[in-house]
């Protein structure tokens, strides 16, 4: 009877072990906090192809969960099962900006933070057909009457930009929040809004196709995309605001599941087709570990608290 105890007690010990040793056995969801066809899920849907090349029997689901600026999906993936087959995208501000105005049901310990992987400058854009041409006409139509600038929900990189540009100016935008970047972008292009804050990657190709206008990138200097576009401050407003896309999941991971994922976008970081894909999808890379993706997320945390203490939304 001895014998049978020990030996029960020792296949208790060594199964989880072998469990986790052959992760995945089944397919992963990643949580993707916005609509199809966004930038942020080209990001993932270019994570999974590059991750195939070292997890080639792992599936992975995208999972679009769109709505309040990311909310719907953050709070998603901080609910899920902390058993690495649920993982997600977040991005900033969003992700800490929800925290902050008292509306997350998450806080930053709620993750485990896997680590960066891009990021995007933010613009200001108006339809092709409007008469605005750059910031200075753009602030004097604002002053002039009341204009509706779009934006990726309450609380995103865009309507705190936005806010920013209120503050520094002194206009006041009839702000419409929308439920993602492929909005906002059918709205410009269709002149149904004045103008929009959002992502350089969103929205460049139309600019160099001729169907939308980009006034100012909100970025500390031009880019090489497009070299045309005056920076805010070389226009007189020194307003900067960038968004990362990163990857989390649930806090309580396994370690050895969480060491796992952890790898797996420090290799993915590093894959010369990732990084040439990006380069075709003018995607951004701006690859952070773990620890340094959390520190990152922390300062912008107490950065976005000031101003939200100051600017409440």
């Known amino acids: 009877m001895r014998k049978i105890v020990l030996l029960v007690l020792a296949l208790v010990l060594v199964m989880p072990l072998g469990a986790l040793a052959s992760y995945p056995e089944k397919p992963i969801t990643i949580i993707v906090p916005s609509k199809a066809g966004g930038s942020t899920d080209t990001s993932a849907r270019l994570f999974i192809k590059a991750a195939k090349n070292y997890w080639p029997k792992a599936v992975f689901v995208i999972k679009n969960v769109p709505g309040s600026g990311g909310l719907k999906g953050f709070n998603e993936i901080a609910r899920a099962r902390p058993d690495g087959y649920t993982i997600g995208m977040d991005f ?46 753009f602030i004097a139509a604002a002053k002039a009457k009341s204009l509706t600038a ?5 609380g995103s990189d865009d309507f705190v930009a936005a806010k920013k540009f209120e503050q520094q100016t002194g206009v006041k935008f009839n702000l419409l929040p929308t439920k993602g970047s492929t909005e906002q972008k059918a709205m410009i292009l269709g002149g149904h809004i004045d103008a929009s804050f959002m992502n350089l990657s969103q929205l460049q190709a139309q600019h160099k196709a001729g169907k939308a206008r980009i006034i100012a990138i909100l970025a500390d200097k031009r880019s090489k995309i497009l070299p045309d576009v005056k920076t805010a401050a070389e226009q007189g407003y020194p307003i900067s605001m960038t968004a990362t896309r990163g ?3 649930p806090a309580g991971l396994p370690k050895e599941v969480a060491a796992k994922l952890d790898d797996l976008l420090k290799k993915v970081n590093r894959d010369p087709g990732f990084i040439a894909d990006c380069d075709k999808g003018v995607l951004f890379r701006l690859p952070m570990t773990g620890p340094e993706y959390l520190q990152y997320l922390k300062e912008l945390q107490a950065e976005t608290q000031k101003f939200y203490d100051q600017n409440p939304w």
Do not use: C, W
Not at 116 to 130: C, F, G, R, T, Y
């Open 92 to 137: 900033t501000t969003q992700i800490v900006a929800h925290i902050v105005s008292k509306r997350a049901r998450y806080t930053l310990d709620s993750f485990h933070i896997i680590g960066n992987a891009m990021q995007d400058p933010l613009i200001v854009a108006v339809p092709v057909k409007s008469p605005i041409k750059d910031l200075k006409e």
């Open 150 to 154: 779009a934006v990726n929900g309450i």
């Open 247 to 249: 990857f989390i999941a």
